[in-house]
């Protein structure tokens, strides 16, 4: 039986008339992600046309999701908001905590050791409050919602940015901070702006090398890191109905790395399949006899310049294998072109790790395909010259892949299974190497690749592309090998060739598990007593934050001025700090070190104007706080582009930054600043980033009077006694200037809560 099946089965009774009514509002046919926005707007958010890009609206999502690393901070949130049970069903997963070493039952085994005290504390948080709670080894929280809980025309939120893995069944799933998960855990109204809309027509068909991979990586070379913000991407068109569910699952999740909110696709046959498959007929059934709501109009897709904001053409049958980086996920070069890339750019040439598996790439689809290519290595008598790891997505995947073979084909040829989790993708990963700092490349069929991000070195070239690609490359172990044209010599001096890669899309057997890994919550947690050692350092409860007041905002100095891009991992690292995402006082002494500062070309190296010393960070901001001196933090483009992690907002917030003021912001992470209580502000002209200088005194003004589209004002004075004036713009409404004015949207909910 369906987890949900009564919440589903209603959703889908009201679900025609919601989107009759709301067609008939706006008077034209609509898209899929409209017909899913509209049919779950909130009470407050009344049956009306709302602006893309410009209007606020309250939504009402059918559940939450939460992985491990996010929960901690995200239900220590919901534990002081004056709950006693979660509004929608939620659940948490354990998949980041567990460290990529020796193999997955060595791993595992360790994780349960270290991390006791904070699985503990999620499964008693979770049996207390009503959540279910998938235990560490059971999966990728994406895999685990696409297999359990993703249902098409739904809506659901989830602690990490590649939640619209659920696009694969069609719905709306979309990452978020904790403190947006705590806002519908605690039945309030969810607040989103208004999605502007982008439609990718896919034509053709996929064939030989070419996967559903390449299609987001295609796109992320279109659209880069921001060119998706602030909209839903949709994908539609005969090549969208070819592709397998877990091949779109593929494509939604890695939209995050162009900003996009969230990614969908239309109601198909592939999607009815992979239901079945999955032990949800059930859902399939229901979703047969409303299917026209569960896709966009056809006058959607016969003329989409009309109902979208921007369209992209893709034709799957000319479509190339692509690989990306180094660096940054939109960096796309075409396999044909690839090799010359290396060469041009001095890409270190060989290739040293290939990895298979995470949350975008670990179905059974994927595995089988890049079986099919391990299968040929040992047959052509061919040694894999680079280490090679799997990850499987779930314990689902990973024991019915064993049970046909697939897990022995790898080992064959020298690959490493690793555990059901994220490992290497978030920097958990104890990579095996003599010299930690040395140039090196490595390639993934992850969804993301910042520098320091896998293994925490800056000089590691890591690239992108589809698990038989990093497959054949791994055989190879050269940068330069292009498996469509190339011959590869084996042990016996033979020149061989590797055949395009085969498999199938479902497991002919059937999915199998002996334990999926889920713990449902007890009926009644009333009596559960959640303890946090006061003096654990894993772990810390939550004091409320202070409202920011006008005077904090004046003579405030530059905690730094970063310098190109900045993202989550810059402002908050991941892997061996991930051990400290319930304790907000250790894990801030990661707060932007890894951001370069402007002013000396150097990460984690700031002037404290007050003392003349040089400094870490977060020790310098310390000094300020402590010393009654707010500070500020300049940065330029997209910044906080990447993960969800609230974590990049609460640390600034708990060592006393203000303000941040950018040239732009990543969705999510200007989300999570307005959520703690501060001012997340942009220029009105980005070349007034030019004029701070290291030793000014920063006054913010308008705040008193701050309103809903009204620009304030910043104020540098500078050490030599000249001043500079220029405008910021901020996006704030009026319930987000009253999260600011009470000191975070937590403390707003618990205020309205205690009132009725």
């Not at 899913?36 to 209007?55: F, M, N």
């Not at 997963?93 to 595992?108: N, R």
């Not at 085994?109 to 409050?129: G, H, I, Q, R, T």
């Not at 990973?398 to 920097?427: K, S």
């Amino acid at each position: 039986m369906p987890f949900d099946l009564d919440m589903i089965a209603s959703m889908y009774k009201s679900l025609p008339a919601k989107v009759e009514a709301a067609r008939k509002m706006l008077g034209r046919p609509m898209t899929l992600a409209e017909k899913i926005l509209y049919s779950h707007l909130h009470p407050e958010s009344p049956l009306q046309e709302y602006k893309r890009g410009e209007d606020y609206v309250f939504f009402s999502p059918d559940r939450v999701a939460m992985q491990d690393a996010t929960a901690q901070m995200a239900l220590l949130q919901f534990m002081v908001a004056g709950r006693d049970k979660v509004a929608v069903p939620s659940t948490v997963h354990c998949d980041h905590l567990i460290q990529a070493k020796v193999g997955a039952e060595t791993d595992l085994a360790v994780a349960n050791d270290v991390n006791k005290e904070v699985y503990d504390f999620l499964s008693s948080v979770s049996n207390k409050y009503g959540i279910g709670f998938w235990k560490p080894g059971a999966g990728i929280i994406h895999q685990i919602v696409l297999e359990n809980y993703a249902f098409p025309g739904g809506m659901m939120i989830g602690t990490d940015s590649h939640t619209p893995n659920g696009a694969g069944l069609g719905m709306i799933a979309i990452g978020v901070g904790g403190a947006d998960a705590v806002d519908v855990m605690a039945g309030m109204p969810w607040e989103l702006k208004m999605p502007k809309l982008i439609g990718v027509k896919l034509t053709g068909t996929l064939s030989g090398w070419t996967s559903a991979k390449d299609v987001i990586l295609k796109v992320a070379g279109i659209l880069t890191v921001k060119g998706g913000t602030g909209a839903i991407v949709e994908y539609f068109g005969d090549g969208a109905k070819s592709l397998s569910c877990t091949g779109k699952g593929t494509i939604g999740n890695m939209g995050a790395e162009i900003g996009a909110t969230t990614s969908t696709f239309g109601y198909d046959e592939a999607m009815d399949r992979y239901l079945r498959a999955t032990d949800r007929a059930e859902i399939a059934d229901l979703c047969n006899g409303i299917a026209e709501h569960l896709t966009g109009d056809a006058e959607c897709y016969a003329k989409p310049e009309d109902y979208f904001d921007q369209v992209i053409e893709i034709d799957l049958s000319t479509l190339e294998p692509h690989i990306n980086g180094p660096y940054t996920p939109d960096r796309a070069w075409p396999i044909s072109e690839f090799a010359a890339a290396v060469k041009e750019h001095n890409f270190p040439p060989k290739l040293e790790v290939g990895l298979i598996g995470s949350c975008t790439n670990s179905s059974y689809e994927d595995l089988d395909r890049a079986a099919s290519l391990a299968r040929q290595a040992k047959d052509k008598n061919l040694k894999v010259k680079s280490e090679f790891t799997i990850t499987p997505g779930s314990e689902q995947i990973r024991f019915t892949v064993e049970r046909d073979g697939i897990l022995d084909t790898f080992e064959d040829i020298g690959g490493v299974v690793l555990a059901n989790a994220c490992g290497p993708c978030i920097g958990q990963w104890a990579r095996h190497t003599d010299d930690p700092d040395r140039a090196n490349s490595i390639i993934t069929s992850f969804n993301r690749n910042f520098a320091k991000r896998n293994d925490g070195n800056p000089a590691t070239r890591s690239f992108v592309a589809s698990p038989e690609i990093v497959t054949a490359m791994a055989i190879s172990g050269e940068m330069t090998f292009n498996p469509l044209t190339d011959t590869l010599v084996n042990e016996n001096g033979e020149e061989v060739k590797l055949d395009p890669p085969t498999g199938v899309e479902l497991p002919p057997k059937g999915f199998e598990v002996e334990d999926a890994g889920f713990i449902p919550p007890i009926a009644d947690g009333s009596g559960v007593n959640v303890v946090v050692a006061p003096g654990s350092n894993r772990l810390q409860l939550l004091t409320p934050f202070e409202p920011i007041t006008n005077d904090q905002l004046q003579g405030m100095r530059i905690l730094i001025k970063a310098k190109g891009k900045c993202t989550t991992d810059h402002i908050s690292m991941a892997g061996p700090w991930l051990k400290y995402r319930g304790h907000l006082e250790n894990i801030s002494q990661n707060c932007y070190i890894g951001a370069i500062n402007y002013f000396n070309e150097e990460a984690n190296n700031v002037l404290n104007v007050e003392t003349g010393e040089y400094g870490p960070v977060p020790t310098t901001a310390l000094y300020y706080r402590d010393n009654g001196i707010g500070s500020v933090v300049f940065g330029e483009e997209n910044l906080g582009e990447g993960s969800s992690r609230e974590h990049a907002a609460m640390e600034p917030r708990f060592l006393g930054v203000h303000a941040v003021i950018v040239k732009s912001f990543a969705r999510i992470h200007e989300t999570n600043l307005k959520k703690q209580g501060m001012l997340a502000l942009t220029f009105v002209n980005p070349s007034d980033y030019d004029k701070a200088r290291q030793d000014d005194k920063v006054s913010i003004e308008g705040f008193e009077s701050m309103a809903p589209g009204k620009n304030l004002t910043v104020v540098l004075d500078h050490a030599d006694g000249s001043q500079d004036r220029f405008e910021v713009a901020h996006t704030y409404n009026d319930a987000q200037i009253e999260w600011v004015r009470f000191g975070s949207a937590l403390n707003k909910i618990k205020s309205d809560l205690a009132a009725g």
